[in-house]
């Protein structure tokens, strides 16, 4: 009997402790699954200290990876200017929640946000996981598994960016938010495919199903914003979509 565990990849929760718990009834989690969160645990919706100590629960429940979003990149950012008292804590733009995290998460909660990957790769399933997306300005060899704490930006350059990638120049560089021109293009409609299917969070698509593009899927399906919590099954060599609908909308899109 060949024993198949299932692969599961969640989008971006933000918060919302509800629907996370209803995702996670409908999946029925057991010992033998595999749980990626694709990154964005925290910030902007209702509750982000429960859904950090929930997937410490998972952890203990089956093989739980986080992988690193841009939001968790800040919180870490927030938590060293804290640690080494350098007081640049309070220059950092959109970190209200930040002092609440820090008063209500105990180590082990801080240890999975600091275990969590920039990227990881499935070999066998020719599958890439990472937050936001794939420029050139990253260097380093895809696909490969890279932890936050073992690998910094500095040892590999723009290795950061893959947390924040959406828009590309022409020659494929990483363009800021708000500053794509018409000559710009989105990483997905334009990623070859070269380091196996990539699925990534970061941008809200407000539909129930997650975003297909040629080589990748878009699973961040808008919850905090009164979209859907998106999730992705992989389980002998099929995929397919789990989603569960907002109760409200709790953040207001920009
Ligand atoms: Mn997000």
Redesign the pocket.
């Known amino acids: 009997m060949i024993t198949q565990n299932r692969i599961i990849i969640i989008g971006?929760i933000?918060g919302c402790i509800l629907e996370f718990n209803e995702l996670l009834d409908q999946l029925g989690i057991t010992d033998t699954d595999h749980v990626f969160c694709i990154g964005?645990l925290i910030d902007r919706g209702p509750d982000s200290v429960s859904v950090v100590k929930r997937c410490v629960e998972l952890s203990k429940q089956c093989q739980f990876r986080l992988i690193l979003?841009n939001?968790e990149e800040k919180f870490l950012r927030y938590l060293n200017h804290i640690e080494k008292k350098t007081g640049l804590e309070n220059q950092m733009k959109g970190t209200e929640e930040f002092p609440l995290l820090l008063e209500n998460l105990v180590s082990a909660d801080i240890e999975l946000i600091k275990n969590a990957y920039y990227s990881f790769s499935l070999k066998q399933e020719n599958i890439t996981l990472l937050h936001g997306g794939i420029s050139t300005n990253v260097k380093f060899p895809f696909p490969e598994t890279y932890r936050y704490e073992l690998h910094s930006p500095k040892m590999f350059k723009g290795l950061d960016l893959v947390t924040k990638v959406r828009y590309l120049n022409p020659e494929g560089k990483f363009v800021s938010l708000n500053e794509e021109t018409e000559k710009d293009s989105y990483w997905a409609d334009v990623y070859d495919g070269s380091f196996g299917h990539i699925y990534f969070?970061?941008q809200?698509f407000m539909q129930e199903t997650p975003e297909e593009f040629g080589h990748a899927t878009g699973l961040?399906t808008g919850c905090v914003f009164g979209g859907w919590l998106s999730a992705v099954v992989l389980e002998n060599g099929e995929s397919k979509f789990i989603s569960v609908k907002a109760k409200q909308q709790y953040s207001e899109k920009r």
């Open positions: 971006d933000h964005d979003g939001h969070g970061h809200p961040d």
